[in-house]
């Protein structure tokens, strides 16, 4: 009975170091994101003369225009490119499924708009977008369209940011989808096929539901990533023309680092974290991917 116990208790033993590890690197942070959020307190000055100021900048956060603005782009950006990555990411994991001569070399130039730093990725298409040098201007007129500010213009400029995450990170999701397609029982596709089942019926009906949990997590990890993007925008147009841009940890770093407003600052993470934490857990209590089968 003992040894039984001792036995089952091992593996938490063994996790346990990791866990701590990991609850100190995450809880801490947030536990002093908790508590700044309460004072008015500048970098640069001692603790000591931070002011407690209460709820005072959780009421003008939620009483804030701006912050409501900030949030709406970023939902808005966070389904669009989200969603675009996914269709696209999973289609091109499907069409290059089966071996394709120079898939090795097609892979490792795909791959490569994520491994480029995000600073490197915004400057590349504040390049591309440029209203008097850019190469898309350039393409665009050889259409006769005429030459557009493309990150001037609130329209074009929200684009413009859709459009560079798609290029840097639907490589990810097809990466993730291609190995969760090449990881799959040929049986189950072989036997589909025999009962008569057309290519459509076979993908929609057999594959993406047997993918679907690495489908999902990949969804949760760009989510995830969309909400806390700031390097390329950063870079690309910092949150303007006006508020087209301003992804919400974008305005987080303004209130931080260009307002001097800790305070607010970390009232917006807290908010932030909730977010995300809610749209987190209604994706996977709608899709539940760590549901196990009765049959195993």
């Known amino acids: 009975m003992i040894s039984a116990r001792i036995s089952r208790a091992v593996p938490y033993v063994y996790i346990a170091p990791a866990v701590l590890v990991m609850a100190a690197g995450l809880l801490w942070p947030i536990a002093k994101a908790a508590q700044l959020s309460f004072y008015d307190w500048g970098m640069g000055t001692p603790w000591e003369t931070a002011r407690w100021t209460g709820t005072e900048a959780f009421v003008a956060m939620l009483g804030s225009p701006q912050v409501w603005t900030s949030l709406a782009v970023t939902l808005a950006f966070v389904v669009l490119a989200v969603a675009a990555e996914m269709c696209l990411g999973v289609a091109l994991a499907l069409f290059l499924e089966r071996p394709v001569r120079g898939m090795r070399v097609f892979r490792t130039i795909f791959v490569l708009p994520m491994m480029i730093a995000p600073i490197c990725v915004g400057l590349i298409w504040r390049y591309l977008f440029d209203a008097s040098y850019g190469p898309i201007n350039h393409l665009t007129g050889l259409f006769g369209i005429a030459p557009r500010s493309w990150l001037a213009a609130p329209e074009t400029a929200f684009l413009a940011m859709v459009v560079t995450d798609i290029w840097q990170w639907t490589p990810f999701v097809f990466i993730m989808a291609l190995a969760a397609l090449q990881g799959m029982d040929t049986a189950v596709t072989e036997a589909a096929r025999i009962d008569g089942a057309s290519t459509w019926q076979t993908i929609f009906l057999v594959k993406l539901p047997i993918i679907k949990p690495i489908l999902i997590v990949t969804l949760l990890m760009r989510m995830i990533d969309g909400f806390r993007g700031l390097e390329v925008i950063y870079v690309m147009t910092f949150g303007g023309p006006g508020q087209a841009t301003d992804l919400f940890s ?14 607010v600052a970390s ?30």
């Open 250 to 263: 974008l305005h987080i770093y303004k209130a931080a680092f260009v307002s001097q407003k800790l305070g």
């Open 267 to 296: 009232a917006l993470s807290i908010l932030l974290l909730a977010i995300v934490t809610l749209l987190s857990l209604a994706v996977l209590l709608a899709a539940n991917p760590l549901r196990r089968r009765e049959s195993d």
